[in-house]
């Protein structure tokens, strides 16, 4: 099966930058995705790594390492709107059927 | 063109009754995947289903849980003789095919059991 293991909230003020970490345990990695959720809202997908690196869009980034089972989101210049619920999920290959797997969420409070 | 549409949107069942939540896809999309949320928590996975097949049913309880995708209409997913547990909201989410970066989330059905 896959794990995924993100910190629970992180606390930031307006204009700042944050990063959100995401370790994951799988047999057979395919990609990381990064999803915001609004309280009570869809999630909505952000940035996807399949390969090495960073991905750049606009304010956010994220960040793979496969070799240590790693990734990142990067948020800068933050707003207030930025407040939400932030997760990152891996695609498994090993099935067959790439059901992205989920973390518990990492919720980003932003203050004035 | 219209996203993932799921209905109702709100649904209160007393203790041992049915709901069935529907899922349109977003069109063109031939996958399904439903997860659920309880609050402060992530999405678990329930069950993945292509056109007429249930593809991954792995997460899903294999009692009073079942799912569906038929030829024409929405995908269902019903739970029978709901419990105080069942008080979640579950999402639903399509994509064009079963690789690719990203999954279509709807705005999701929130089930109350009362």
């Known amino acids: 099966g896959q794990s995924l293991e993100q910190p629970s909230e992180v606390t930031a003020v307006e204009g700042a930058i944050v990063q959100i970490n995401c370790t994951y345990q799988t047999s057979g990695f395919y990609g990381l995705s990064w999803y915001q959720q609004h309280d009570g809202g869809a999630p909505t997908f952000l940035s996807y790594?399949?390969?090495?690196g960073l991905e750049e869009t606009g304010r956010f980034s994220s960040f793979l390492s496969r070799s240590d089972s790693y990734g990142y989101l990067l948020l800068q210049e933050l707003q207030m709107k930025d407040s939400a619920s932030y997760f990152c999920?891996?695609?498994?290959?090993?099935?067959?059927?790439?059901?992205?797997?989920f973390g518990r969420g990492t919720s980003l409070i932003v203050h004035p | 063109n219209a996203g993932v549409m799921q209905n109702p949107r709100h649904l209160v069942r007393r203790r041992g009754q049915e709901a069935r939540l529907r899922c349109s896809p977003v069109?063109?999309?031939?996958?399904v995947y439903w997860y659920r949320q309880l609050p402060e928590e992530g999405l678990k996975f329930m069950v993945y289903?292509?056109?007429?097949?249930?593809?991954?049913e792995s997460g899903m309880p294999k009692e009073r849980f079942s799912a569906e995708f038929p030829k024409e209409g929405p995908s269902i997913l019903r739970i029978q003789q709901v419990v105080r547990g069942d008080s979640a909201a579950y999402f639903c989410?399509?994509?064009?095919?079963?690789?690719?970066?990203?999954?279509?989330f709807g705005e999701g059905s929130w089930l109350t059991v009362v």
């Open positions: 989410a399509s994509s064009p095919k079963s690789t690719g970066n990203t999954i279509y």
């Open positions: 790594n399949a390969l090495d």
């Open positions: 069109k063109g999309h031939s996958h």
């Open positions: 289903l292509q056109k007429e097949n249930i593809i991954d």
């Open positions: 999920a891996v695609r498994d290959a090993s099935g067959g059927s790439y059901i992205p797997t």
